[in-house]
């Protein structure tokens, strides 16, 4: 997935609220004049949310027999709104240019006029706001107390003592603990083209020998010939290499260069094993603030998600996803979605946004609670894959579906792309009986509404795995049993 950027020179997002400089003690006249109150300046105005519409509307016709089905035309998940989508974390080019982020919402939603908005600057001024009226709420205060001292001269506040903060101990498997465990394990990605257009998101380790997961779409940019790094919480950065990226899964795999020896890899869940309601933990650099970590929980399993960059040329990519509700925004992309054991279950990759701006109008849209990850069972597959053969390996029917909605389930379609047979000869779904005008409803237990939704369940599984598909030809439902067939590769 390509990015595109918006063009508004503006400095870089701080990692940490900045603090002003001390300005020339005020006479206490003057202090006690204003009554101790902070300045403060005009909150941004709040963006107004984006029209309802039904998060599963139509998406466009695309069949294709072969790799990769086309995206829709109106691309899913990418709110036009917004820029027309753009990469997931906060972006630059030489001149630290801002862009927008990849809008993922299921399969389509409605058209809007794109707003300009003034980058990262929207928020650097909410955060210098918020750090003026602190300092000047602390200076009020603190001249109050010492008044109040000279005047009795028995008036003291202090802090009860309990031996100060390095004394505290957290328990495991609180927030905290689990936080402070996964952190030095996770890294803010840089990723630039040779053009010197890019953006940023997170990645976590996941071997000893330096191997990072992330998104497809966080390293793009860098992708023929442009550059790529990893800085680590405690501020050290290394320069890095794509090893095998999956355009389709949305997931990549890059290498540190010189790794250091005492990389600690955070452990893995079973997705699997998940419940709606588990607690979850998201660990990111949302619009350029690296090491946040923000809670909620798993709100749904299994949601057909669709993505692209909303380009003409851009190919979707699928996914049958974990719904949490912890805040995840531009700049997560990639980064670990943890269990309240602090494994990893899943890779944030989309939200879905009902605004084009927000954020004190930076022109992105930032998280409503709608917050998808891909399965780690799948991206571990995906991910060990890549790091042996540097491609990826895709399950498939061979059988080209219509990406449209509102056929009650996935259409096998009259033709392929540029003529080809809808049904390959030979295929999985030709030695099942499957014909061009079946329905598939179902695959195993999972019921299908649409044909991005076949696509994201049958890459949950692994070449050679057996199904069961049930479709619906001329009025009678039937059900096969069908054998994954394999492709290598996205092209």
Same mark, same amino acid.
């Given at each position: 997935?390509?990015?595109?950027?918006?063009?508004?020179?503006?400095?870089?997002?701080?990692?940490?609220?900045?603090?002003?400089?001390? /300005?020339?003690?005020?006479?206490?006249?003057?202090?006690?004049?204003?009554?101790?109150?902070?300045?403060?300046?005009?909150?941004?105005?709040?963006?107004?949310?984006?029209?309802?519409?039904?998060?599963?509307?139509?998406?466009?016709?695309? %069949?294709?027999?072969?790799?990769? %089905?086309?995206?829709?035309?109106?691309?899913?998940?990418?709110?036009?709104?917004?820029?027309?989508?753009?990469?997931?974390?906060?972006?630059?080019?030489?001149?630290?240019?801002?862009?927008?982020?990849?809008?993922?919402?299921?399969?389509?939603?409605?058209?809007?006029?794109?707003?300009?908005?003034?980058?990262?600057?929207?928020?650097?001024?909410?955060?210098?706001?918020?750090?003026?009226?602190?300092?000047?709420?602390?200076?009020? !205060?603190?001249?109050?107390?010492? $008044?109040?001292?000279?005047?009795?001269?028995?008036?003291?506040?202090?802090?009860?003592?309990?031996?100060?903060?390095?004394?505290? *101990?957290?328990?495991?498997?609180?927030?905290?603990?689990?936080?402070?465990?996964?952190?030095?394990?996770?890294?803010?990605?840089?990723?630039?083209?040779?053009?010197?257009?890019?953006?940023?998101?997170?990645?976590?380790?996941?071997?000893?020998?330096?191997?990072?997961?992330?998104?497809?779409?966080?390293?793009?940019?860098?992708?023929?010939?442009? *550059?790529?790094?990893?800085?680590?919480?405690?501020?050290?950065?290394?320069?890095?290499?794509?090893?095998?990226?999956?355009?389709?899964?949305?997931?990549?795999?890059?290498?540190? $260069?010189?790794? %250091?020896?005492?990389?600690?890899?955070?452990?893995?869940?079973?997705?699997?094993?998940?419940?709606?309601?588990?607690?979850?933990?998201?660990?990111?650099?949302?619009?350029?603030?690296?090491?946040?970590?923000?809670?909620?929980?798993?709100?749904?399993?299994?949601?057909?998600?669709?993505?692209?960059?909303?380009?003409?040329?851009?190919?979707?990519?699928?996914?049958?996803?974990?719904?949490?509700?912890?805040?995840?925004?531009?700049?997560?992309?990639?980064?670990?979605? !943890?269990?309240?054991?602090?494994?990893?279950?899943?890779?944030?990759?989309?939200?879905?946004?009902?605004?084009?701006?927000? !954020?004190?109008?930076?022109?992105?849209?930032?998280?409503?609670?709608?917050?998808?990850?891909?399965?780690?069972?799948?991206?571990?597959?995906?991910?060990?894959?890549?790091?042996?053969?540097?491609? %990826?390996?895709?399950?498939?029917?061979?059988?080209?579906?219509?990406?449209?909605?509102?056929?009650?389930?996935?259409?096998?379609?009259?033709?392929? /792309?540029?003529?080809?047979?809808?049904?390959?000869?030979?295929?999985?779904?030709?030695?099942?009986?499957? *014909?061009?005008?079946?329905?598939?409803?179902?695959?195993?237990?999972?019921?299908?509404?649409?044909?991005?939704?076949?696509?994201?369940?049958?890459?949950?599984?692994?070449?050679?795995?057996?199904?069961?598909?049930?479709?619906?030809?001329?009025?009678?439902?039937?059900?096969?049993?069908?054998? !994954?067939?394999?492709?290598?590769?996205?092209?």
């Amino acid at each position: 997935m390509s990015t595109e950027n918006e063009g508004n020179p503006v400095p870089p997002a701080p990692s940490a609220p900045p603090v002003p400089p001390s /300005s020339p003690a005020a006479p206490p006249q003057a202090a006690a004049s204003d009554g101790g109150e902070a300045p403060t300046a005009p909150i941004p105005p709040t963006p107004q949310g984006a029209p309802a519409s039904d998060p599963y509307g139509p998406a466009p016709q695309a %069949p294709d027999a072969s790799w990769p %089905p086309p995206p829709p035309a109106t691309p899913s998940y990418a709110d036009p709104g917004a820029g027309a989508g753009a990469g997931w974390g906060s972006s630059y080019d030489q001149q630290h240019q801002h862009y927008q982020h990849y809008q993922h919402q299921p399969f389509q939603q409605p058209q809007h006029a794109p707003k300009k908005g003034s980058g990262r600057g929207g928020l650097i001024a909410a955060v210098l706001v918020a750090a003026l009226v602190a300092g000047g709420l602390g200076g009020g !205060l603190g001249y109050t107390l010492a $008044k109040n001292n000279d005047d009795s001269g028995s008036t003291t506040i202090s802090a009860t003592s309990s031996g100060g903060a390095t004394q505290v *101990k957290r328990a495991a498997g609180t927030i905290a603990a689990v936080a402070q465990n996964a952190l030095p394990s996770t890294v803010t990605i840089e990723s630039e083209g040779t053009n010197g257009q890019g953006g940023t998101g997170t990645g976590f380790v996941f071997d000893k020998q330096g191997h990072i997961i992330t998104n497809n779409h966080v390293v793009a940019d860098s992708l023929d010939g442009g *550059k790529l790094t990893a800085t680590f919480p405690d501020g050290k950065k290394y320069d890095a290499e794509v090893v095998g990226h999956a355009q389709g899964y949305d997931v990549a795999v890059i290498k540190l $260069k010189n790794p %250091p020896s005492d990389l600690k890899p955070l452990a893995l869940g079973d997705s699997d094993k998940v419940a709606v309601g588990d607690e979850t933990i998201a660990i990111g650099a949302p619009f350029g603030l690296s090491n946040t970590v923000t809670t909620g929980i798993i709100s749904a399993k299994n949601r057909p998600v669709a993505s692209s960059d909303g380009s003409s040329t851009s190919k979707a990519s699928y996914m049958s996803a974990l719904q949490t509700d912890a805040s995840i925004n531009p700049g997560n992309s990639g980064g670990p979605l !943890l269990d309240a054991s602090g494994a990893v279950i899943g890779i944030n990759s989309a939200i879905q946004s009902a605004s084009s701006g927000g !954020l004190g109008s930076t022109g992105q849209s930032g998280s409503i609670g709608l917050g998808f990850a891909i399965p780690i069972n799948q991206a571990k597959y995906v991910a060990q894959q890549l790091i042996k053969t540097g491609k %990826p390996v895709y399950a498939k029917i061979g059988a080209s579906v219509s990406l449209e909605d509102g056929t009650s389930g996935a259409q096998i379609t009259d033709s392929g /792309s540029g003529g080809a047979a809808a049904v390959e000869s030979g295929g999985p779904a030709d030695k099942a009986g499957l *014909k061009p005008g079946d329905v598939i409803t179902k695959l195993d237990d999972s019921v299908i509404d649409s044909g991005p939704t076949l696509i994201g369940e049958i890459w949950t599984h692994k070449p050679g795995d057996k199904v069961e598909i049930t479709y619906k030809r001329g009025g009678s439902e039937h059900t096969v049993t069908v054998t !994954l067939g394999s492709r290598v590769g996205d092209n």
